[in-house]
């Protein structure tokens, strides 16, 4: 492994070799890709739980009077309709309407908001917000304020439940409480990025460890296993959720995405507003869509999508479901070509194979 000290290590990078985790540089930082292996870490969060350090996201403080009016033109959702204690999944996008990058919007007080960015856009995205603060309010990188921990799976609420006195059947899906766990403070967050139920918990740098190795003995009995970056990949496919510089980037809009519910053109004259409605206004030109492979080979991002020999579109993600126990993916092609049911044809290492298109999400838990 590089020894190269500008690699970061999260609160968790002992427990994780403790733990066996095999260690791979990402986004700037040290990280566990898999511990017992991909399948059965996978397995595991679908039918147990599955515990993950995502200590490495960014997390950005924006307050002030003048806050919500900020965020307005910064996001494409409704940060008005936010109230205190509850999440959405938003945007930071260009002029053209395409990703800065995708984000959380927490909303902790009436003029104070938390925001959470991917680790490899973390610096790009204060800059961005840094270059448009017209309004003056304070706006903090605060992720050296934070570690991250995931829990997911249909065992996590059990697992969880006896470690905090906050009721976590109260906290609906998006939406989080200020309390603790294991008697350390926390920030209790009912996301994921599984398509399981779970939780995500905000602690100190010094409290995550101390959790972390608190839910394992809890839940180890139980099913619960440290999973890595494979296992959180194939799990957020399965469950379709957009992973920036794959299905969203700086050339891919929300609405070409199949993200439109987060694009509430009446709230506000965000950034990239007007090119949203003028495509809107024209007609898409090409969608993303889910594909089963029909033919041998497991389709990955940049494989070519091909009719008559030429180009059409392009594969964002692909990978072999451990839960459908088939290859699948995703990718961009003509809005001609999306309909349910369509065959397409893909170029997996030169060799042409079919795949059919099928609805969205792969997976989604009874």
Known sequence: MSENTLVRRTPLYDAHQAAGGKLVEFAGWQMPVQYS???QEHRAV???????DVSHMGEFRVAGKGAETFLQRM???????LKPGRIHYSGLLTEQGTYVDDLLV????EDEFLLVVNAANSAKDFAWLQGHNDAGVTLEDVSSDYGLIALQGPKAEGMLEGLTSTDLTAIRYYAFEQGEVAGRPAIISRTGYTGENG???YLAPEDTQPVWDRLLEVGGPEGLVPAGLGARDTLRLEAAMALYGHEIDDSITPLEAGLQWVVKLEAADFIGRQALVEMKEAGLARKLVGFNVEGRGIARQGHKVVADGEEVGFVT????SPTLEKALGMAHVPVSMAATGTTVSLDIRGKVVPAVIVDLPFYKRA
């Open 106 to 109: 927490y909303r902790l007080a």
């Open 75 to 81: 996001t494409p959702n409704d940060v008005a309709r």
């Open 46 to 52: 679908r039918t147990e739980a599955g515990i993950f």
């Open 37 to 39: 292996g991909v399948l």
């Open 317 to 320: 993600s692909g990978t072999f």
């Open 199 to 201: 939780f995500e918990l």
